[in-house]
């Protein structure tokens, strides 16, 4: 074996990959193959290469592999495998991947914070956040870490932790809108509503198509009282998300709480006929009809959605 032929064949089709030349990156990482057929490396970039051009089976293959070739302490290949796994919606498996990627090589980063976002996906913020307090332990100051970090404490309930930690990562990247409305969501929830619209405000300034920050912006200005901002912020939004259930229902109870009860109806009965089984919205329907003292009409909606239960929502 030349090692400097397989260097060579690895160099190009690293080259040809960035350039968006899949099919020249293939025939180079599998030439590679050939030459070295007990190298990691190759199998790697080939199952990368596999993965962008639709073949996942065929990546995960290869991603399995180049696990059994690695050398020692390199968990590489283990963090590729398991981003395809999370991208393939195979949550659990996932996991299981980054757990023995952080048993090979405990100092990964890219492994921690990985199992970090897995965490708080799957609603486990507790564990979430030792995973991120390790991660910070291995690369101080960093942004992502901090972020994670912050995210799981906002999660876990812990909101004085999650403005600490969220104050640390926007000092390692300013202006950041993801670390701004987790700031504005603690704020929120320790009822410092003024502190919330500041930071929300300035993350939707920064990417206004965010819904979950702009739901966080027409709350804040609910309790605010600032009921025209706030009908103002979810019609803008819904007009984007004609989907949402939280958008509309949020819409239909700010136009409530402004003393419009009959214009909360109008909104609900329009999502309703699209998604007539949506239990959030007859909720709010049944309130702003009681508004309008439709006593009956209110009660038989709230016979309908009686025997749901709630589905627990994330605070972010």
């Not at 919606?89 to 199992?115: F, T, W, Y």
């Not at 739901?215 to 819904?238: C, M, P, W, Y």
Request: with cysteine.
């Amino acid at each position: 074996m030349d090692k400097h032929e397989i260097n060579k064949l690895l160099e190009d089709g690293l080259l040809a990959y960035r350039h968006g030349n899949k099919d020249l990156a293939l025939k180079q990482f599998k030439k590679a193959i050939k030459k070295s057929p007990n190298e990691y490396l190759p199998y790697r970039f080939l199952a990368t290469t596999e993965y962008d051009l639709g073949r996942a089976e065929d990546a995960i293959d290869h991603l399995n592999k180049a696990i059994r070739l690695a050398p020692e302490g390199e968990s590489g290949p283990l963090e590729d495998l398991s981003l395809i796994k999370m991208q393939l919606g195979r949550q659990e498996e996932a996991e299981s991947i980054l757990q023995k990627a952080i048993l090979v090589n405990p100092n990964s980063l890219d492994a921690h914070l990985r199992l970090g976002a897995s965490l708080i996906t799957c609603g486990r913020a507790s564990e979430a956040i030792a995973i991120y307090t390790k991660a910070l332990e291995i690369g101080p100051k960093n942004f992502q870490a901090l972020y994670g970090l912050s995210h799981a404490y906002l999660e876990n309930s812990n909101f004085e932790e999650a403005i600490s930690t969220a104050t640390q990562a926007l000092k390692a990247r300013e202006e950041d809108p993801a670390t701004l409305t987790i700031l504005g969501v603690a704020h929120y929830q320790k009822e410092n509503y003024s502190e919330a619209k500041r930071y929300l405000s300035q993350s939707v300034a920064l990417n206004g198509t965010d819904q979950n920050t702009l739901v966080h912006l027409g709350r804040t200005e609910l309790k605010l009282e600032n009921f025209d901002q706030a009908i103002a912020i979810f019609e803008d939004a819904s007009k984007h998300a004609v989907n949402s259930s939280i958008l509309f229902s949020q819409l239909a109870n700010a136009l409530s709480a402004s003393g419009k009860p009959a214009e909360a109806v109008e909104v609900c009965d329009q999502y309703l006929k699209t998604h007539p089984l949506s239990a959030s919205l007859m909720q709010v329907k049944a309130c702003a009809l009681r508004d309008l003292h439709k006593f009956d009409e209110s009660e038989q909606i709230l016979g309908q959605v009686e025997h749901r239960k709630p589905i627990p929502l994330k605070i972010l």
